[in-house]
């Protein structure tokens, strides 16, 4: 089991930058494929990024691509997002997640493969 903690939402201006992190639990990090969601008011969760287990493998949402980069550092159990160019239409609560990978190395992009879920992030982008 994994607890998610995540960090760095805030206000910014459409154009600016934040990085958002993720804070995972226990001791076996590395077997968790991870993911970023966002949920925006009246919308469905979505699909932001993801990560296979060892950090080599991402995959983003096309309204994302070339802004976004999802990293990890195994060690530190940690998982984050850095967010450039933002866009008013970034403006969402973000959700850190994880998933269990029994075996293989690959990343998870479908919301309900994904097991672990954090309390999430407001990330507000004005115009």
């Known amino acids: 089991q994994v607890q998610l903690v995540e960090s760095g939402g805030g206000l910014v201006q459409a154009g600016g930058s934040l990085r958002l992190s993720c804070a995972a639990s226990?001791?076996?990090?590395?077997?968790?494929?991870m993911g970023w969601f966002r949920q925006a008011p009246g919308k469905e969760r979505e699909f932001v990024a993801a990560?296979?287990?060892?950090?080599?493998?991402?995959d983003y949402a096309d309204s994302v691509k070339g802004r976004f980069t999802i990293s990890r550092d195994n060690a530190k159990n940690t998982v984050s997002l850095q967010m450039n160019s933002l866009k008013p239409e970034d403006t969402a609560v973000y959700y850190c997640?994880?998933?269990?990978?029994?075996?293989?190395?690959?990343?998870?992009?479908?919301?309900?493969?994904?097991?672990?879920w954090g309390q999430g992030t407001q990330v507000t982008v004005s115009s």
């Open positions: 226990g001791r076996t990090f590395s077997s968790y494929a």
């Open positions: 990560i296979n287990r060892s950090g080599g493998s991402t």
């Open positions: 997640a994880a998933d269990y990978v029994y075996s293989g190395n690959y990343y998870v992009t479908r919301r309900e493969s994904y097991d672990y």
